[in-house]
């Protein structure tokens, strides 16, 4: 019986189309004006510099150390901005041409991959708060005819996924237990259908709290309380490590590895039910396995030993927009590992989207 796929989605994935990673997000907390007049504040941040660790230091204002509910307003407020330029950004690249040199047919064939339709439902997990893969679908995928019914949702948020805001309202407990006890609703969530289920473990942009308030992200080295705070979230954190429990392909692309929770939910699934690992990243082999190396002894003996696929590029050298022929030198490699798991072409004829 062949495994079942899922997909795991970090900063990495969505830097392919210009959003900054981790120190690029730093440093736009630094030249923020609000946090340069704020002498403790930059403080602050400057003692995180040598690692550009922006959630190092958003995770010291929020939840450590003594900083007024102002500056803890400051700080969330400049991290909500920072994540809607990012998604302006996106809608820009949507609008007005595609110069990230991905082609978004070959990479929205590669993420229906993810359906698992004979085997139950499957899953794109994602760490992202940004709306790229919201906005990908909405003004691509779904103008063509073959993908008009594409129905990838969050699970348990009461928004269509093609609305243009994708705000709504984080449920509450009693709500989100009422939703997972109805057959239709929550007991289908591992029912077989024709796309993934898009779960954004992190939150999303747009997201608000029962008083109206935007929700802020989950950032920070402990993310699992800030998790456990919030019914949905949590419950999203129980639905990654069960999709997990099972002998899995697991396919990351853009992950750090530097998540505990993450990481421990992997780190079980290849002990006890030797899942196999495909990771597309943009560091070198050798690098990416001494950057695990240096933190994490454990997930580096698991990976060492359960990596089963690594394609050192960005997603434009897999998807590559100028490849007529449709298999690209990595793109064919990663074509190769589908048919051998399922007997089925990745890099099926393209469709024309936009």
Same mark, same amino acid.
């Not at 709500?175 to 109805?182: G, V």
């Not at 942009?205 to 308030?213: D, L």
């Not at 434009?316 to 298999?327: E, G, K, R, V």
């Given at each position: 019986?062949k495994?079942?796929k899922?997909l795991l989605? &970090?900063?990495?994935f969505t830097a392919?189309?210009?959003?900054?990673?981790s120190s690029q997000?730093?440093?736009?907390?630094?030249?923020?004006?609000?946090?340069?007049?704020?002498? *403790?504040l930059?403080?602050?941040?400057?003692?995180?510099?040598?690692k550009?660790?922006?959630?190092g230091?958003?995770e010291?204002?929020?939840?450590?150390?003594?900083?007024s509910?102002?500056?803890?307003?400051?700080v969330?407020?400049?991290?909500?901005?920072?994540?809607?330029?990012?998604?302006?950004?996106?809608?820009?690249?949507?609008?007005?041409g595609n110069?990230?040199?991905?082609?978004f047919?070959k990479l929205?064939?590669?993420?229906q991959?993810f359906?698992?339709?004979?085997?139950?439902?499957g899953?794109?997990? #994602?760490?992202n708060?940004d709306?790229?893969l919201e906005? +990908?679908?909405?003004?691509?995928?779904? *103008?063509d005819?073959?993908?008009?019914?594409?129905?990838?949702a969050?699970p348990?948020i009461?928004?269509p996924?093609?609305?243009?805001?994708w705000k709504?309202?984080?449920?509450?407990?009693?709500?989100l237990?009422d939703?997972?006890?109805?057959?239709?609703l929550?007991g289908?969530?591992?029912?077989?259908?024709?796309?993934?289920?898009?779960?954004?473990l992190h939150?999303?942009s747009?997201?608000?709290q029962?008083?109206? *308030?935007?929700?802020?992200?989950?950032i920070?080295?402990n993310k699992?309380?800030?998790?456990?705070?919030?019914?949905?979230?949590?419950?999203?954190?129980?639905?990654? *490590?069960?999709?997990?429990?099972?002998?899995?392909?697991?396919?990351?692309?853009g992950?750090?590895?530097?998540?505990?929770?993450?990481?421990d939910?992997l780190?079980?699934?290849?002990q006890?039910?030797?899942?196999?690992?495909?990771?597309?990243d943009?560091?070198s082999?050798?690098?990416?396995?001494?950057s695990?190396?240096?933190f994490?002894?454990t997930?580096?003996?698991m990976?060492?030993?359960y990596?089963?696929g690594?394609f050192?590029?960005? +997603?434009?050298d897999?998807f590559? #927009?100028n490849?007529l022929?449709?298999?690209?030198?990595?793109?064919?490699?990663?074509?190769?590992?589908f048919?051998?798991?399922?007997?089925?072409s990745?890099l099926?004829p393209? +469709?024309?989207? &936009?």
């Amino acid at each position: 019986m062949k495994n079942r796929k899922l997909l795991l989605l &970090g900063a990495g994935f969505t830097a392919n189309f210009g959003a900054p990673v981790s120190s690029q997000v730093w440093n736009d907390l630094f030249n923020w004006p609000n946090i340069q007049k704020n002498v *403790k504040l930059r403080s602050t941040l400057k003692s995180y510099r040598d690692k550009s660790d922006f959630e190092g230091f958003f995770e010291e204002v929020m939840y450590r150390s003594n900083f007024s509910d102002q500056e803890k307003a400051t700080v969330a407020a400049a991290v909500i901005e920072i994540f809607a330029r990012i998604n302006s950004h996106i809608e820009s690249l949507m609008m007005h041409g595609n110069s990230s040199g991905v082609d978004f047919n070959k990479l929205a064939l590669f993420l229906q991959r993810f359906s698992n339709m004979s085997q139950g439902n499957g899953f794109i997990f #994602t760490l992202n708060q940004d709306l790229f893969l919201e906005k +990908l679908i909405n003004k691509y995928i779904r *103008k063509d005819t073959r993908f008009a019914n594409y129905s990838v949702a969050y699970p348990a948020i009461n928004v269509p996924f093609i609305d243009p805001t994708w705000k709504s309202q984080l449920p509450s407990k009693e709500w989100l237990e009422d939703w997972l006890s109805k057959p239709n609703l929550g007991g289908s969530v591992h029912a077989p259908r024709e796309f993934p289920l898009y779960v954004k473990l992190h939150g999303s942009s747009g997201w608000t709290q029962e008083n109206g *308030k935007l929700s802020i992200p989950v950032i920070g080295k402990n993310k699992s309380q800030q998790i456990q705070r919030e019914p949905l979230l949590n419950w999203y954190q129980d639905l990654f *490590k069960n999709a997990l429990n099972e002998r899995v392909d697991i396919w990351v692309i853009g992950y750090s590895f530097s998540d505990a929770h993450i990481n421990d939910a992997l780190i079980k699934s290849m002990q006890k039910h030797h899942s196999s690992l495909y990771v597309i990243d943009t560091k070198s082999h050798n690098h990416f396995m001494n950057s695990i190396l240096g933190f994490n002894t454990t997930l580096y003996g698991m990976i060492d030993q359960y990596l089963a696929g690594y394609f050192p590029c960005p +997603l434009q050298d897999i998807f590559p #927009t100028n490849d007529l022929s449709n298999t690209s030198y990595y793109g064919s490699s990663i074509n190769q590992i589908f048919n051998e798991a399922d007997n089925s072409s990745l890099l099926i004829p393209m +469709l024309h989207i &936009g």
